[in-house]
């Protein structure tokens, strides 16, 4: 009987010790938001710091059920290894190495908008994002100095559409005029509501009137 404790004690002792030195994998993103067509640096540790070891970086895009694989990398000096991301949309992604798996990081995407001027009163707006936003709202703004706050100005809808130089990129536009004061600053946003839910709120770099 002392000898199967004995051996119970041994087994169990060494089954913790096996389970105390499973390595862990960590993830981080660089930025917790980009705009379109940026990028971002996924980056982490494997505990081991073993270098040379294959990490998976895998992926699950606004939309999608599933992870899918985003990439490989291989761990340098202390384990470390990182690898840079375009996400199209919201992206949830997670590292593997082997049967260890790290966290989730979710980088969210904002639309890209662009506003310029033509002439006096006159402008057009772009919205850059993966996927189609034509038919959506955006808001023209001006800046009140008084209040110092973005005031709207008028409601704007994106009417034509483009495919961008790369899939899944849709260029979505709309020529508008407006009157605000002599070299007002002025801006185009978009909701929350018309981004959807794959996309952050965004607003262009402001310009004078």
Request: charged fraction near 15%.
């Amino acid at each position: 009987m002392k000898i199967l404790a004995a051996t119970a004690i041994v087994g169990a002792a060494l089954a913790a010790a096996a389970t105390a030195a499973a390595p862990t994998l960590t993830l981080a993103a660089s930025a917790p938001s980009v705009v379109y067509g940026k990028p971002v640096t996924l980056s982490g540790v494997l505990s081991s710091q073993r270098t040379n070891q294959q990490i998976t970086l895998q992926d699950q895009a606004c939309g999608k059920t599933t992870f899918t694989k985003a990439g490989n990398v291989r761990t340098t000096t202390g384990g470390k290894y990182s690898l840079a991301q375009t996400p199209a949309a919201n992206t949830a992604y997670q590292a593997k190495w082997k049967s260890t798996i790290s966290s989730k990081v979710t980088v969210n995407v904002k639309p890209l908008l662009e506003l310029t001027k033509v002439a006096t009163g006159s402008y057009s707006a772009k919205v850059t994002a993966g996927m189609d936003l034509k038919g959506k709202v955006i808001l023209f703004q001006r800046y009140s100095r008084l209040k110092k706050r973005w005031k709207q100005v008028k409601k704007v809808i994106l009417t034509t559409s483009t495919a961008g130089p790369s899939k899944p990129t849709m260029i979505a536009s709309a020529s508008f005029k407006a009157k605000v004061a002599r070299r007002t600053r002025v801006r185009v946003a978009i909701s929350k509501v018309q981004a959807g839910a794959c996309y952050l709120p965004a607003a262009s770099k402001s310009l004078r009137a």
